[in-house]
């Protein structure tokens, strides 16, 4: 529950006050003095003030209003204050506003507009104080990676900055690290950033998709094969095991790989031992491993396709990657990195972001390539991306309804009263489609 301090020598103004905002389910504490509302102030956790501009009786400068709010300033510089005014004081409210007060109501206040302004700037202030804290963190973050590899990693969701941060943490050490996600997501981008921030930089670093070794082949591929140990096999062969002892090895789609395969790596992720197809010399590796797959593995060793026993060597750590239709504040960033100085019409801006992307990023960047080899010059469309099914906000709404024009945008401003949330919604478009809007019209927000 919003916590509201009202401050007023007039115990009358206090208790009407009060009795109004506890009717709309706010926590209210009164302060006769600015002495005792700075005290509440400084020991609270106050959402907004509500004060009065003048506290010693026979004083209308509105001098003792100022000193409070400033004072309350210094405690807190994001705390809404809304001052009671009388009309004598209204030039110094009027200064008060513009110096950073939020709001200001004329005696005797009008109960509704005091109820919108209350709400309204609680809300803002939430806003503001989360922002803060995500710049706080932010720069924490940009600090922590300044020095960094993202290995040309683009993105700015939340979501995928976690999972970098995770990533750049996790590769100073060496253990196993399981990387899941849908195919097309970035699977094997966060396994080279691991590499490329690892003390094993500049070790090998061996790829292999577990999924596609023929079965009969598995053994010779992971751990190699002298001459004539299998059919064609004309000379000795090093494995992936072998090649990338002192390094990294990477094992993609590691669901993939069948029963007998995953009994043969779990030996050698257990005791880094292995013998070449054809000998019976064992050789020792020192390999960290890091594997990927867009399997349920914890279903698949209940029905029996997976060894837990393998499960839990490599997934020491997992990074789960999101898929790109929950971090829609990467998808604009990453047309802009594969369709470099190309301008998107509006109505394709927002079927890109509303688009599902079921094949993640690699379906973005082949729809990317599409649109640059159909229409290579101009505004980019909808059409120019060929999208299977686009779930637009044009097409969602109305038969005929247009794009919102600067008179539709400053209205809608208007009648939520600035609250983004709610003309986006009118619109039926992402916050971040009516930013570029409003940005587009130079409207205020």
Request: aromatic share 6%; proline share 4%; charged share 25%.
């Amino acid at each position: 529950m919003n916590k509201i301090l009202v401050v007023d020598d007039n115990q009358a103004v206090l208790d009407a006050l009060s009795l109004l905002l506890e009717l709309h389910d706010y926590q209210v504490e009164t302060a006769l003095t600015p002495f005792e509302a700075l005290q509440i102030v400084r020991y609270q956790r106050i959402a907004l003030v509500i004060q009065d501009m003048n506290f010693t009786a026979d004083t209308t400068s509105g001098e003792e209003g100022k000193a409070l709010f400033q004072e309350l300033r210094a405690i807190n510089p994001h705390l809404p204050v809304i001052l009671i005014t009388a009309w004598t004081e209204l030039e110094m409210a009027i200064e008060l506003v513009k110096a950073g007060a939020a709001d200001y109501l004329a005696k005797p206040w009008d109960d509704q507009k005091l109820l919108t302004s209350v709400a309204n700037l609680i809300a803002l202030g939430r806003a503001k104080e989360k922002n803060e804290q995500h710049e706080r963190i932010a720069q924490q973050r940009e600090a922590l990676n300044a020095d960094a590899d993202l290995r040309g990693l683009i993105f700015r969701s939340g979501a995928m900055q976690r999972v970098v941060d995770m990533a750049v943490q996790v590769a100073r050490s060496d253990v196993a690290v399981l990387i899941t996600g849908d195919n097309g997501s970035g699977k094997e981008k966060v396994a080279e950033i691991i590499q490329a921030n690892s003390a094993l930089k500049t070790a090998p670093f061996i790829k292999i998709n577990a999924g596609a070794l023929p079965q009969e082949l598995i053994e010779a591929e992971l751990f190699g094969a002298e001459a004539g140990a299998y059919t064609g096999a004309n000379k000795q062969r090093i494995g992936r095991f072998e090649a990338a002892d002192g390094g990294t090895l990477f094992l993609d789609e590691i669901g993939n790989l069948p029963l007998s395969g995953q009994m043969k790596l779990l030996r050698v992720l257990q005791t880094g031992e292995f013998e070449r197809l054809g000998s019976v010399e064992t050789r020792r590796v020192n390999v960290r491993v890091i594997s990927a797959t867009n399997a349920d593995l914890l279903a698949d060793i209940q029905s029996g396709r997976f060894r837990q026993d393998l499960y839990y060597r490599l997934n020491v750590i997992e990074l789960n990657l999101p898929p790109l239709k929950s971090r829609s504040d990467d998808i604009l960033p990453l047309i802009a990195h594969f369709l470099p100085d190309r301008e998107l019409s509006l109505s394709a801006e927002s079927a890109l972001l509303s688009y599902d992307w079921p094949g993640n990023v690699r379906e973005l960047e082949n729809a990317c390539k599409r649109a640059a080899v159909l229409n290579p010059q101009g505004v980019l469309e909808v059409s120019d991306f060929g999208l299977q099914q686009v779930s637009s906000p044009a097409q969602t709404s109305e038969p005929g309804k247009q794009e919102p024009g600067k008179a539709e945008l400053e209205a809608a401003m208007r009648q939520f009263q600035g609250v983004i949330a709610k003309v986006a919604r009118h619109f039926g478009m992402s916050r971040q489609a009516l930013y570029r809007r409003l940005q587009k019209h130079g409207i205020d927000y």
